[in-house]
């Protein structure tokens, strides 16, 4: 039974696998979020850190084989998710929680009308009428600003562009007005002003209906304009979370901080850009201790051997690091940095960042609260 007073939606202590031939890959481990009506979650990390696995759970999306969620809860208002028949868990979360993909073209049908198939779910699970269907299909274009909605719903994907076949993925996810919309790379390949564009709009559809925003992304540009929380992953946990003027003002993560310094700076021209030497671990063979170790310029013995625990470091921001409050103070002793990240200390660099807006925001135009 639901129960009013939960988060809308919270992943607790989730873990996923992949069972492949170079062995068992736990792409997602021991990882918890929460977001509420009205609030937007970004979820940030490199390419493989377990991002896009963790919402593919949430929506019954993994292929089982080769996945298999290992541990943990997946709870909507409550009710666990996990617990239910895949039926029922697809039947829930088909009402109450939406998905845009990343690539639309590839999400949507080339064979149908782009109005074809938002009438479809309207059809299957509100039971409207073909007519009824196709008009509330116009209306849905029109909410997400294509124009000349009535002509367009006769059209295919492929006459459209990657920022209108975008905002036809978002009216399809609206189609049954959901609780949760979860964006996953919703820029990806779109240009700049075609990004800002798509951003404002889930803004300001937020905003209208009081839904909660799921990001996945890679972008910190995006996340600075739009989030009000963030979970940074590393090799499939969680490494920092906590409000976005926190991350981007008082970082206390190693990799979060390294990901700050690696964003254009308008007040850096000139400079070269730092970047994370190494790369991401094998998840088959992910380092003993903190996974961040071999990376980090701030690593220590304790850091091989013992994987920190994710704990508050003040208020509401929580980090994985032995270090975290050396890291936020700029205090934390530089190790041997030999082919490791970063060859100048900018300790504290990231707290010149200030408010979000200037870590490279995309101009979505995003003010606190």
Not at 132 to 147: F, M
Not at 157 to 179: K, T, W, Y
Not at 239 to 249: K, N, R, S
């Amino acid at each position: 039974m639901a129960d009013p007073a939960a988060p809308l939606l919270e992943v607790d202590d989730l873990a996923v696998e992949f069972h492949t031939r170079d062995g068992v890959v736990r792409a997602v481990n021991g990882l918890s979020w929460k977001v509420n009506p009205g609030r937007t979650l970004a979820i940030v990390g490199e390419s493989g850190s377990g991002k896009s696995v963790s919402v593919q759970a949430v929506m019954g999306l993994l292929q089982t084989p080769p996945a298999r969620i290992v541990s943990g809860a997946i709870r909507l208002r409550g009710q666990d998710l996990l617990a239910m028949d895949r039926r029922r868990q697809r039947a829930v979360c088909g009402e109450r929680v939406a998905m845009v993909f990343q690539d639309a073209l590839a999400a949507l049908n080339p064979v149908y009308s782009v109005g074809f198939q938002l009438a479809e779910a309207l059809v299957v699970r509100r039971k409207l009428s073909r007519g009824d269907a196709r008009r509330r299909a116009i209306e849905l274009l029109d909410l997400v600003k294509v124009p000349n909605a009535r002509q367009r719903v006769k059209e295919y994907p492929h006459q459209f562009s990657g920022g209108m076949r975008q905002r036809v993925m978002i009216a399809m996810a609206l189609a049954l007005e959901p609780e949760v919309l979860i964006a996953d790379e919703p820029t990806t390949a779109l240009d700049v002003t075609v990004q800002a564009q798509i951003m404002r709009l889930l803004a300001e559809i937020q905003a209208e209906r009081q839904m909660a925003l799921i990001l996945i992304t890679h972008d910190l540009g995006v996340v600075a304009d739009v989030a009000d929380d963030i979970t940074v992953m590393y090799a499939g946990r969680a490494v920092e979370q906590a409000g976005v003027y926190d991350v981007f003002g008082t970082p206390s993560h190693p990799y979060t901080k390294a990901l700050l310094r690696s964003i254009p700076r308008v007040d850096l021209l000139g400079q070269q850009l730092e970047v994370i030497a190494g790369r991401p671990p094998v998840l088959t063979d992910v380092p003993s201790g903190c996974a961040f170790h071999p990376r980090c310029q701030y690593a220590q013995e304790i850091c091989h051997t013992e994987r920190p625990a994710l704990l508050e470091v003040s208020g509401t921001q929580r980090s994985a690091c032995h270090f975290a409050r050396e890291v936020v103070a700029g205090t934390a002793d530089r190790a041997d940095t030999t082919g490791t990240a970063g060859a100048t200390d900018t300790a504290g660099a990231a707290g010149t960042v200030g408010t979000a807006g200037a870590a490279g925001g995309n101009g979505t135009g995003r003010t606190d609260g």
